[in-house]
């Protein structure tokens, strides 16, 4: 028989965890609905430990006493009939009516330690109802009215430090716009860790359809999952939202339970709460009336091309969508390969499925430029091509369609084309963090300081992405802002030390400003066979040490030949051999040689710019 039954409302259930795991460590037998495996009927579950556990923990809060409450409501009446009750606060709220009678224990603002005496009351009187006997008396609740002037007084400085901070974290928060948004990762509760995919992956559909919603600012995916654990206040003021969406999936017997909750980023109540038992074929049904019903409480009208856009190459195929959400998995974790086979299964299921379309594209044209040469190369981007197009030709409304054909055509080093793509996506997802930053990327390589402006709000969108730093920093050495792209590397790498681009950005930036011995020092962190090493390096030594620099260009061209035509350009146009660096550059063309992409604005090219071959190379590669 279970010693306790876990009654509370899903979406605390972060909240919850820590109680659990601290119960299960003092040696109580817990139960909660964590424990139901995939496939298993929960309801049949749930009743069938409801009535057998010894004690029934019901935790009550804002959640669990509102509207959306009634389940722990009815699991609470039941465990009162067999005098297994014991009630929890973890916000200063009372318990429904009839449930008053019994004094409820209080963890307000308990953070997981085992030695609280809050806590120490609960285990005792969980010891006591599991065994039988009188419960103890636990100390009366009384909420906190203002400040206790004491803790002022006899803090000192310090209380009034902590006084202030509380007043930035709280000041921040409240000024976060109000229409802005975060969607954390919806909880996987199928029993089973690798169902993780499709909660995390149902979380990034909700997050890609209100993207698509004017005038809403979203959370991007990389900051927003960094938030997992954290409660909905936290999350917002680390990023900077108003708003927080979260949730809980669970899939079973072909049904899917899936329980959305929208609040309030700085008092935590929920605005919106809603819970969907539909058979897995209406995941996108959902999806749109999660989205439709964030977009009511946020009190942003949707007219009927909007809604219509939620669903913009989507699938109503559960097979689609299940291939689709693994291979957004597997490229998430650049397992490249396999997630075009996912996509190409989620394509078979549903041929209409434009998004599975794009994501084929954008993953091929990946999988081709990193792997591929030769006609092997070109032939599976003209596959690629045309998996855009159909993408287009579905969703044309979508901005994904346009960014998948962007990256083809970049990577086709058809840069006029891509350009037009990258502005067509641009003005389909204005509020995309990818899409700021992938145009924003390309731009900087036109030199144009528009860039600047996109990555200011791709990064205000997804504030905590590991990358921005280092990705900044590339970007202003396009734009010859050394000093700038300086500071970006130096930030970046003061966490990441020794990561091979971003010690390659500091070099550049340090190279270009007449720095060569720090750029030397900069590229000693890394292995001696690295690419950026060895370029750079032998772009540094060029003016004191020729031989070293011929040592380094030696080394990069018989290690790395075939594919590293640009770099090899790179060192010759430092070391001013213009004939060897054209002729690099010739052969980097025909070889599609990605790095021209940058031909325009690379810092390393800078002594060959005044060359009339140059000018020529602008209006054949799609500069000029």
Same mark, same amino acid.
């Given at each position: 028989?279970t010693d306790l039954f876990v009654s509370y409302k899903s979406e605390d259930r972060a909240r919850v965890a820590p109680l659990v795991a601290a119960l299960e460590a003092d040696g109580v037998g817990?139960?909660?609905?964590?424990?139901?495996?995939?496939?298993?009927?929960?309801?049949?579950?749930?009743?069938?430990?409801?009535?057998?556990?010894?004690?029934?923990?019901?935790?009550?809060?804002?959640?669990?006493?509102?509207?959306?409450?009634?389940?722990?409501?009815?699991?609470?009446?039941?465990?009162?009939?067999?005098?297994?009750?014991?009630?929890?606060?973890?916000?200063?709220?009372?318990?429904?009516?009839?449930?008053?009678?019994?004094?409820?224990?209080?963890?307000?603002?308990?953070?997981?330690?085992?030695?609280?005496?809050?806590?120490?009351?609960?285990?005792?009187?969980?010891?006591?109802?599991?065994?039988?006997?009188?419960?103890?008396?636990?100390?009366?609740?009384?909420?906190?009215?203002?400040?206790?002037?004491?803790?002022?007084?006899?803090?000192?400085?310090?209380?009034?430090?902590?006084?202030?901070?509380?007043?930035?974290?709280?000041?921040?928060?409240?000024?976060?716009?109000?229409?802005?948004?975060?969607?954390?990762?919806?909880?996987?509760?199928?029993?089973?860790?690798?169902?993780?995919?499709?909660?995390?992956?149902?979380?990034?559909?909700?997050?890609?359809?209100?993207?698509?919603?004017?005038?809403?600012?979203?959370?991007?995916?990389?900051?927003?999952?960094?938030?997992?654990?954290?409660?909905?206040?936290?999350?917002?003021?680390?990023?900077?939202?108003?708003?927080?969406?979260?949730?809980?999936?669970?899939?079973?017997?072909?049904?899917?339970?899936?329980?959305?909750?929208?609040?309030?980023?700085?008092?935590?109540?929920?605005?919106?709460?809603?819970?969907?038992?539909?058979?897995?074929?209406?995941?996108?049904?959902?999806?749109?009336?999660?989205?439709?019903?964030?977009?009511?409480?946020?009190?942003?009208?949707?007219?009927?091309?909007?809604?219509?856009?939620?669903?913009?190459?989507?699938?109503?195929?559960?097979?689609?969508?299940?291939?689709?959400?693994?291979?957004?998995?597997?490229?998430?974790?650049?397992?490249?390969?396999?997630?075009?086979?996912?996509?190409?299964? &989620? $394509? @078979?299921?549903?041929?209409? +499925?434009?998004?599975?379309? *794009?994501?084929?594209?954008?993953?091929? !044209?990946? %999988? #081709?430029?990193?792997?591929?040469?030769?006609?092997?190369?070109?032939?599976?981007?003209?596959?690629?091509?045309?998996?855009?197009?159909?993408?287009?030709?579905?969703?044309?409304?979508?901005?994904?369609?346009?960014?998948?054909?962007?990256?083809?055509?970049?990577?086709?080093?058809?840069?006029?084309?891509?350009?037009?793509?990258?502005?067509?996506?641009?003005?389909?997802?204005?509020?995309?963090?990818?899409?700021?930053?992938?145009?924003?990327?390309?731009?900087?390589?036109?030199?144009?300081?528009?860039?600047?402006?996109?990555?200011?709000?791709?990064?205000?969108?997804?504030?905590?992405?590991?990358?921005?730093?280092?990705?900044?920093?590339?970007?202003?050495?396009?734009?010859?802002?050394?000093?700038? &792209? $300086? @500071?970006?590397?130096?930030? +970046?790498?003061?966490?990441? *030390?020794?990561?091979?681009?971003?010690? !390659?950005? %500091? #070099?550049?930036?340090?190279?270009?400003?007449?720095?060569?011995?720090?750029?030397?020092?900069?590229?000693?962190?890394?292995?001696?066979?690295?690419?950026?090493?060895?370029?750079?390096?032998?772009?540094?030594?060029?003016?004191?040490?020729?031989?070293?620099?011929?040592?380094?260009?030696?080394?990069?061209?018989?290690?790395?030949?075939?594919?590293?035509?640009?770099?090899?350009a790179q060192v010759h146009a430092w070391r001013r051999e213009p004939d060897l660096a054209f002729a690099a550059i010739g052969r980097a063309w025909h070889g599609l040689d990605?790095?021209?992409?940058?031909?325009?604005?690379?810092?390393?090219?800078?002594?060959?710019?005044?060359?009339?071959?140059?000018?020529?190379?602008?209006?054949?590669?799609?500069? &000029?």
């Amino acid at each position: 028989m279970t010693d306790l039954f876990v009654s509370y409302k899903s979406e605390d259930r972060a909240r919850v965890a820590p109680l659990v795991a601290a119960l299960e460590a003092d040696g109580v037998g817990v139960w909660w609905d964590a424990h139901i495996g995939g496939g298993t009927e929960w309801r049949d579950s749930i009743e069938r430990e409801l009535n057998a556990a010894r004690c029934v923990l019901v935790v009550w809060s804002e959640r669990s006493t509102g509207p959306g409450g009634s389940f722990v409501r009815d699991e609470a009446t039941r465990a009162m009939r067999r005098g297994a009750y014991l009630p929890v606060r973890i916000d200063p709220v009372e318990p429904p009516l009839g449930f008053g009678e019994t004094q409820a224990m209080s963890l307000i603002g308990w953070r997981g330690d085992r030695t609280d005496p809050h806590y120490q009351a609960l285990l005792a009187a969980v010891e006591a109802v599991t065994a039988g006997t009188p419960r103890p008396i636990p100390p009366a609740y009384q909420p906190k009215r203002g400040i206790d002037r004491r803790l002022v007084i006899g803090g000192g400085v310090a209380a009034v430090a902590a006084l202030g901070a509380g007043g930035w974290w709280a000041f921040n928060r409240q000024s976060a716009p109000g229409d802005s948004i975060a969607v954390l990762p919806f909880d996987n509760l199928s029993g089973d860790p690798a169902q993780a995919y499709f909660s995390d992956g149902i979380a990034q559909e909700l997050r890609d359809a209100l993207t698509r919603i004017a005038g809403l600012k979203v959370a991007g995916r990389s900051s927003s999952e960094l938030m997992r654990d954290a409660d909905g206040p936290t999350a917002a003021a680390k990023l900077g939202v108003a708003t927080i969406l979260s949730g809980t999936v669970r899939r079973g017997a072909g049904l899917i339970r899936i329980n959305a909750e929208l609040v309030d980023g700085i008092t935590g109540l929920a605005r919106w709460s809603q819970a969907y038992d539909r058979p897995i074929g209406d995941a996108l049904a959902i999806q749109t009336g999660i989205a439709e019903s964030v977009a009511g409480a946020l009190s942003i009208a949707l007219g009927k091309a909007q809604k219509a856009l939620l669903t913009a190459g989507s699938t109503t195929n559960p097979a689609a969508q299940d291939a689709f959400l693994r291979g957004s998995e597997l490229a998430r974790k650049n397992q490249i390969a396999p997630a075009v086979e996912e996509y190409a299964a &989620a $394509i @078979a299921a549903d041929p209409a +499925f434009g998004k599975a379309y *794009a994501s084929r594209a954008a993953n091929r !044209a990946i %999988l #081709a430029g990193t792997n591929f040469g030769g006609n092997a190369l070109r032939d599976e981007l003209v596959r690629a091509e045309a998996d855009a197009r159909r993408a287009i030709a579905l969703a044309p409304d979508l901005g994904q369609s346009y960014s998948a054909l962007a990256l083809v055509l970049k990577t086709r080093l058809n840069l006029n084309g891509a350009r037009k793509a990258y502005d067509a996506a641009y003005a389909r997802s204005p509020g995309d963090a990818i899409v700021l930053r992938t145009r924003g990327d390309f731009l900087a390589q036109f030199g144009d300081s528009e860039a600047i402006n996109l990555y200011q709000r791709s990064e205000a969108l997804d504030p905590l992405r590991a990358r921005n730093a280092v990705n900044r920093a590339s970007m202003q050495n396009y734009l010859a802002r050394f000093d700038d &792209a $300086i @500071a970006s590397a130096q930030s +970046f790498l003061a966490e990441h *030390a020794g990561d091979p681009q971003g010690s !390659a950005a %500091l #070099a550049t930036a340090l190279l270009a400003k007449g720095r060569a011995g720090e750029a030397l020092q900069a590229l000693a962190v890394l292995t001696a066979d690295d690419p950026f090493r060895l370029t750079l390096e032998a772009a540094a030594y060029s003016a004191t040490d020729r031989t070293a620099s011929n040592r380094s260009l030696a080394a990069l061209t018989e290690k790395y030949g075939y594919n590293a035509q640009y770099q090899i350009a790179q060192v010759h146009a430092w070391r001013r051999e213009p004939d060897l660096a054209f002729a690099a550059i010739g052969r980097a063309w025909h070889g599609l040689d990605p790095g021209l992409n940058g031909f325009k604005t690379d810092p390393l090219l800078a002594p060959i710019r005044s060359d009339p071959r140059y000018g020529e190379w602008l209006r054949r590669i799609g500069f &000029a």
